[in-house]
């Protein structure tokens, strides 16, 4: 199993940006991919999940209502769609794949770093 995160940047306060995370390797149809960031000195934090079969989604309430995570079946692909970054949103993302709450493989993570 792959995962490879991409798209992550330097924007500033307010602007927009969207992760991808293209998976292969597995039948993802039965499972959960999420996102999760880790600040420097920080634990890891999920920021929310995506069930692959029926698009439900969960989110952390630090991120809701802001962000939103999307899949495309014929590209095997999530995407975390980060609308009015603030600067406490500056991480590594990382996306994941997993059942029940556990996940079993992840991608290398991607820097999002959100000037003031």
């Known amino acids: 199993v792959q995962l490879q995160a991409s798209g992550g940047g330097l924007v500033q306060a307010w602007d927009s940006l969207r992760l991808s995370c293209a998976a292969s390797g597995r039948t993802f149809f039965t499972y959960v991919m999420g996102w999760f960031r880790q600040a420097p000195g920080k634990e890891r934090e999920f920021v929310g999940n995506?069930?692959?079969?029926?698009?439900?989604?969960i989110y952390a309430d630090s991120v809701k209502g802001r962000f939103t995570i999307l899949r495309d079946n014929a590209k095997n692909t999530v995407y975390l769609q980060m609308n009015s970054l603030k600067p406490e949103d500056t991480a590594v993302y990382y996306c994941?794949?997993?059942?029940?709450?556990?996940?079993?493989?992840w991608g290398q993570g991607t820097q999002v770093t959100v000037s003031s």
């Open positions: 994941a794949t997993g059942l029940a709450g556990i996940y079993d493989y």
């Open positions: 995506i069930n692959w079969s029926s698009g439900s989604t």
